[in-house]
């Protein structure tokens, strides 16, 4: 894995889900293509894991990052 500092994943993980709020609102507007926005948020779904992922390791070895669960609202929630 590429060397990503703590700080930038966390950036990382806030930007991917700001834009996952912004597609799964755009699913309810009728003039969008909901395939491509679904298609668009299934692909930040997965960064989003792979973000945690790099997110939970980079906290074992950093003390100053909060817990991940800090920094994106719970799921149904925003």
Same mark, same amino acid.
């Given at each position: 894995?590429?060397?990503?500092?703590?700080?930038?994943?966390?950036?990382? #993980?806030?930007?991917?889900?700001? &834009?996952?709020? #912004? *597609? $799964? !609102?755009?699913? =309810?507007?009728?003039?969008? =293509?909901?395939? =491509?926005? !679904?298609?668009?948020?299934?692909? /930040? !779904?997965? &960064? &989003? +894991?792979? *973000?945690?992922? &790099? /997110?939970? #390791?980079?906290? *074992?070895?950093?003390?100053?990052?909060?817990? /991940? $669960? !800090? *920094? +994106?609202?719970?799921?149904?929630?925003?």
């Amino acid at each position: 894995m590429p060397d990503v500092s703590g700080n930038t994943l966390l950036m990382a #993980i806030q930007a991917v889900q700001d &834009a996952m709020k #912004i *597609l $799964e !609102t755009r699913l =309810d507007d009728p003039e969008v =293509d909901p395939l =491509d926005d !679904t298609e668009m948020l299934l692909a /930040y !779904t997965r &960064a &989003a +894991v792979e *973000l945690r992922q &790099a /997110y939970e #390791i980079a906290r *074992l070895n950093t003390s100053n990052l909060p817990p /991940y $669960e !800090t *920094l +994106v609202p719970p799921q149904g929630e925003a």
